[in-house]
């Protein structure tokens, strides 16, 4: 068994002890707690609605910016199969400066087969994403449903391509 001792070096970074890391642990990857969450952000692929865009395309262009692994938390195919990408607490990259205190879920297209913004979700999609949001929203009760377009600041005007509020108005 190695013993390690404080202070030491980590990736050409100095710890100074025990409690320095946890913090960094704490304040960099995971969320502080379920309060934490206050929003639920949606994105869509901005992909063609007759075109896959599988979770490997997804992984290898999130990581092509330099992510880690896929920014979203959850990622819903036009079958309506949802895939599960950061742990609930973990802190999200999909949308500053909220990655934070939000939950990033995506759905595969949002362009028609032109390529114009339009609300192109499945009946597979529509129901995954309705009980996948609506779990989202009791899990974190202070939580509020959001379409990335709504939130402030956002640059993309489209995305996610459909009005958040009056399509899942059932589970508001
Ligand atoms: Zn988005």
């Given at each position: 068994?190695?013993?390690?001792?404080?202070?030491?070096?980590?990736g050409g970074e100095?710890?100074?002890?025990?409690?320095?890391?946890?913090?960094g642990?704490?304040?960099g990857l995971?969320?502080?707690?379920?309060?934490?969450?206050?929003?639920?952000?949606?994105h869509?692929s901005a992909?063609?609605?007759?075109?896959?865009y599988?979770v490997e395309q997804l992984l290898r262009d999130h990581r092509a910016r330099g992510f880690r692994t896929i920014g979203y938390h959850?990622y819903?195919?036009?079958?309506?199969?949802?895939?599960?990408h950061r742990?609930?607490?973990e802190v999200g990259a999909h949308c500053r400066p909220f990655n934070r205190?939000s939950?990033g879920?995506c759905?595969?297209?949002?362009?028609?087969?032109?390529?114009?913004?339009?609300?192109?979700?499945?009946?597979?999609?529509?129901?995954?994403?309705?009980?996948?949001?609506?779990?989202?929203?009791?899990?974190?009760?202070?939580?509020?449903?959001?379409?990335h377009?709504?939130?402030?600041?956002?640059v993309p005007?489209?995305c996610?391509?459909?009005?958040?509020?009056?399509?899942?108005?059932?589970?508001?």
């Amino acid at each position: 068994m190695i013993q390690e001792t404080f202070p030491m070096t980590v990736g050409g970074e100095e710890v100074l002890n025990e409690r320095e890391l946890l913090t960094g642990v704490e304040s960099g990857l995971m969320m502080d707690s379920t309060d934490s969450v206050r929003y639920i952000i949606l994105h869509c692929s901005a992909t063609r609605c007759n075109c896959d865009y599988t979770v490997e395309q997804l992984l290898r262009d999130h990581r092509a910016r330099g992510f880690r692994t896929i920014g979203y938390h959850f990622y819903v195919r036009r079958d309506g199969v949802v895939s599960q990408h950061r742990r609930l607490l973990e802190v999200g990259a999909h949308c500053r400066p909220f990655n934070r205190c939000s939950i990033g879920v995506c759905y595969e297209g949002g362009l028609d087969t032109e390529g114009h913004p339009a609300d192109t979700l499945t009946p597979e999609q529509f129901e995954q994403l309705e009980q996948l949001l609506s779990r989202l929203l009791k899990l974190f009760p202070v939580a509020q449903l959001r379409g990335h377009r709504d939130m402030p600041g956002s640059v993309p005007k489209a995305c996610p391509c459909l009005d958040c509020q009056s399509v899942f108005q059932a589970i508001l």
